[in-house]
């Protein structure tokens, strides 16, 4: 199993940055895909950005390109996710997730507890 404990959310002003930052406690921190989901009050919980632990790959939503960065630092089993440019649509729980891969099941998920966005003036 991986433990997974967010930190990095608060209160920012529209336009302001923040760094999110995923720590987890997986021995073989390397087997994970890592990535990065949010569910603002009356929403579904939707995908932010993924990176892959096979080649560092990347991919985000289409609401946060070119305004978010997600990062992976093995050595400190941690990702991060750099938002700038804030929005207050931005505002939610995000949740730190691990997927582990396997060629006998389906992919096994991990969560975070979350750490909360508020975007507002």
């Known amino acids: 199993q991986v433990q997974l404990v967010e930190s990095g959310g608060g209160l920012v002003q529209p336009g302001g940055s923040l760094r999110l930052s995923c720590a987890a406690s997986?021995?073989?921190?390397?087997?994970?895909?890592m990535g990065w989901y949010r569910q603002a009050p009356g929403n579904e919980r939707e995908l932010v950005a993924t990176?892959?632990?096979?080649?560092?790959?990347?991919n985000y939503a289409d609401f946060v390109k070119g305004r978010f960065t997600i990062s992976r630092d093995n050595a400190k089993k941690t990702i991060y996710l750099q938002m700038n440019s804030l929005k207050p649509e931005d505002t939610a729980v995000y949740y730190c997730n691990a997927r582990l891969g396997s060629i006998i099941s389906l992919p096994r998920d991990y969560w975070g507890q979350g750490t909360q966005v508020t975007v507002s003036s």
């Open positions: 997986a021995s073989s921190f390397t087997f994970y895909s």
């Open positions: 990176i892959s632990n096979r080649d560092g790959s990347t």
